[in-house]
């Protein structure tokens, strides 16, 4: 009896022991955690004694995308800040490396968690799209044993948020966070609603974000803790590059160090640029030089920048070329605003460097943006490091776009159509009724076609206001890009009218090799689809010949006086040549298609006394103004401003002429305009200044210096008067009177008003 009583007591206590053990490993460790023995204790129960021996620390957890990156350049600037925002040190922290696409903003955060892991646990998302973020949070739940099977999104994601924050030590990488509306940030999705409160939070932990997108910046981080990460130094590609290619940095010899500073700067300094150009050259045994040169060939270098090398440090399927890289950030864009995507992929067809102010505002009104509108546009693009913005010498804000990134949107519309999507910003009305049924026009073609509408525009204006020697340097080098990419309209007449404008102001630039090629183009264009004797045809004919005449002179003035035919260029007899075959042409086509009074006509007679008095045959440009002004007068009587003007291209085959009385001549017929002008107009109009500012020069050549300095003062006074501030006739009428002044002696100089 005794016996079984002892068996029957020893099996209670022992169900006792049974019942009071932990229901869940997770009740279980808490327990463990928090009881007030800690382990290794005694529990006493009664009679009975527990033993609680040490458990092992739990193993870290590492849930990495990518293996370690070996051959990792390190950027000091950016890797020794990380480190200050992001310690090794209990709390929470958090920080985001933010830049243009290919900086190399993943390597850098794969740097650090290599350096950091240790006993830490780290997760590694791509945070791209919600897609991408699910997995990788299933990865995540799987290694850390989370039955996620009957969950859906919302609870798999707070379920995997909270586990992470269990652990006594983590890491979270969100890499490629581009589309922050995922997270909250931005207009509001019903595709992220479940997102915003999935980044684990609590005490202690480090999230470390990387973003194309500057707008996290305040606001899924604080603006003191964000990293942007730029172009590399010279130094930092010169290894990269070295490593790229497999080569020894010191083998190299000063000739190839050229080649590669050249490469370099060429590339932009980009890491991803450097990186595949690297890979390129090793696979294919290509030396530097030879790559160099086959990227200074237009064709080749797209191919080139297509290319896309392996890397196992990128995501499957992640655009990896040159060309692709940023398409990411243009599409984010276009979902975002079309106003931005509009205007973006207008700047790009403009010079990369040094974009006014002025010449954006002028996109804006042409794309119907209003100042607001215009403002955040702007915003958006830099904050995607589509564009930058600083200021020039003056102070006045200036825009720059990446010349890769440049590049990359031409390339990026080559590729597109115009019919796949909708035109909402750009009042298609503005565009000519050929274009809006020309179904085979790519987006390229139509956004090149806005680039020079705008800067005819631009031309325009700078005619109609003299402005061109004060504010045409500012646009000279967009304009010159015309001459660039003309080649991608094709056979696209519509474009003709703003194309001469642009040629009008590359003249008044005196940039006349330029102007001769983008006529050029022009001409081809109108003889292939209009023919020899369309009107626009001989518009180009002509303008091609005023471009020969001005390499064949040089300077041009801002007055009436077009070309200064006693100071001769290079070439000037060969130049006059096609010049004269051009306008044998005009004048032979003029016959057979225009009243006598056409204004074409009157033009190919004017351009011959041109060609004829640079080819000092003044006879015979005689001839031909003469001739003008018999129709003038004829038509429109002695006083009209067309027969005026008739006049004056007549006195100024007089004023070339080396014969001393024929250059009275020309200073009477110009003394009799300026009566006429003053009666007609009055004093104070543009038409009238002309006029006083040709005879000054007539009164010059004639010998009577004081007067024609006294007479060039005058029309200075007036001048400012009438014109704007900046205008190219106060410039040229201060300048004259200054510089004339310099051959007057002491005595001669008092007296002069």
């Not at 020309?438 to 031309?459: K, P, Q, V």
């Not at 005009?586 to 009074?597: D, M």
């Not at 204004?599 to 004829?612: F, G, T």
């Not at 009438?722 to 040229?732: A, L, Q």
Request: proline letters at 3%; one cysteine or more; aromatic letters at 8%.
């Amino acid at each position: 009896m005794k016996r079984k009583a002892r068996s029957h007591l020893r099996n209670i206590r022992n169900n006792r022991v049974r019942n009071n053990r932990f229901r869940n490993n997770r009740f279980r460790n808490n327990w463990l955690r928090n009881n007030r023995f800690r382990n290794n204790n005694v529990v006493t129960q009664g009679d009975t004694h527990i033993y609680m021996s040490d458990r092992p620390a739990r193993a870290a957890i590492h849930v990495i995308a990518y293996p370690p990156y070996e051959d990792f350049i390190k950027r000091p600037d950016i890797v020794d800040k990380l480190d200050q925002l992001l310690p090794r040190s209990s709390g929470y922290h958090s920080a985001a490396l933010c830049g243009l696409g290919g900086t190399g903003k993943t390597q850098i955060a794969l740097d650090y968690i290599y350096r950091q892991c240790g006993t830490r646990s780290v997760f590694w998302v791509h945070a791209d799209t919600k897609a991408t973020i699910i997995n990788d949070y299933k990865t995540i739940a799987k290694k850390l044993g989370i039955m996620y099977e009957q969950l859906d999104d919302e609870a798999l994601l707070m379920a995997v948020c909270s586990r992470i924050e269990e652990e006594p030590e983590w890491l979270l990488v969100l890499d490629n966070a581009d589309d922050l509306s995922l997270f909250g940030v931005g207009p509001a999705s019903t595709s992220s609603k479940s997102l915003p409160n999935c980044v684990p939070r609590g005490p202690k932990g480090v999230v470390l974000w990387t973003s194309r997108d500057k707008r996290i910046m305040g606001t899924l981080v604080s603006p003191l803790r964000v990293i942007e990460v730029g172009d590399m130094s010279l130094e930092e590609a010169k290894k990269l590059l070295a490593l790229a290619t497999a080569t020894i940095q010191t083998e190299a010899s000063s000739e190839d160090t050229k080649d590669i500073d050249k490469l370099l700067e060429n590339l932009q300094y980009h890491a991803l640029a450097i990186s595949q150009a690297g890979a390129y050259m090793r696979r294919t045994s290509t030396p530097v030089r030879d790559y160099l040169a086959m990227l200074s060939k237009k064709q080749k270098r797209q191919k080139l920048l297509e290319k896309s090398e392996f890397d196992r440090h990128r995501k499957s399927g992640a655009p990896n070329s040159i060309l692709d890289t940023w398409s990411i950030s243009i599409r984010r864009i276009q979902q975002e605003s079309e106003q931005a995507f509009h205007l973006f992929h207008i700047m790009v067809y403009f010079d990369c460097q040094s974009i006014p102010e002025s010449l954006v505002e002028i996109v804006g009104i042409r794309c119907h943006l209003k100042d607001d509108e215009l403002k955040e546009a702007i915003t958006r693009l830099g904050e995607f490091y589509l564009i930058y913005q600083r200021k020039d010498e003056h102070g006045c804000a200036i825009y720059e776009i990446h010349k890769l990134v440049q590049e990359a949107a031409r390339y990026g519309l080559r590729r597109r159509n115009l019919l796949d999507k909708g035109l909402t910003t750009i009042n298609v009305s503005d565009v000519p009724r050929e274009r809006e049924e020309d179904s085979e026009d790519s987006e390229e073609t139509y956004f090149a076609m806005y680039a020079l509408l705008i800067m005819g525009f631009l031309s325009e204006k700078l005619q109609e206001t003299g402005q061109t020697w004060a504010l045409g340097d500012a646009y000279l080098t967009h304009v010159l890009q015309i001459v660039e990419w003309m080649d991608i309209f094709e056979e696209k007449v519509i474009v003709l009218t703003d194309l001469l404008l642009v040629a009008g102001l590359l003249g008044r630039l005196r940039r006349w090799k330029d102007k001769e090629l983008l006529v050029k183009r022009g001409l081809t264009m109108t003889r292939k689809m209009l023919g020899e004797e369309h009107p626009d045809t001989m518009k180009c004919m002509h303008a091609l010949a005023i471009s020969y005449l001005g390499q064949a002179f040089g300077l041009r003035d801002t007055g009436p006086l077009q070309f200064d035919f006693d100071s001769w260029g290079k070439g000037a007899q060969e130049l006059c040549g096609e010049a004269e075959k051009i306008g044998k042409q005009l004048v032979k086509l003029g016959r057979k298609i225009s009243e006598p009074t056409d204004r074409e006509k009157i033009a190919s007679l004017k351009l011959m006394a041109d060609v004829y008095c640079g080819q000092e045959k003044y006879n015979k440009a005689k001839v031909f103004t003469r001739r003008i002004l018999r129709l003038q007068w004829k038509e429109h009587g002695l006083k009209h401003p067309s027969t005026l003007t008739a006049m004056e291209d007549l006195a100024r085959v007089f004023y070339f002429h080396d014969t001393p009385g024929l250059r009275k001549r020309a200073l009477r017929v110009r003394e009799k305009i300026l009566e006429f002008q003053k009666e007609t107009t009055g004093e104070k109009t543009p038409t009238t200044i002309y006029a006083m500012y040709n005879l000054a020069t007539s009164l010059k050549r004639c010998g009577r210096l004081r007067d024609a300095i006294t007479l060039m003062n005058q029309c200075c006074r007036l001048s400012k008067e009438v014109f704007v501030r900046g205008h190219d006739m106060i410039f040229e009428c201060r300048w004259l009177a200054a510089y004339w002044r310099l051959e007057l002696s002491k005595d001669d100089k008092d007296g002069i008003q």
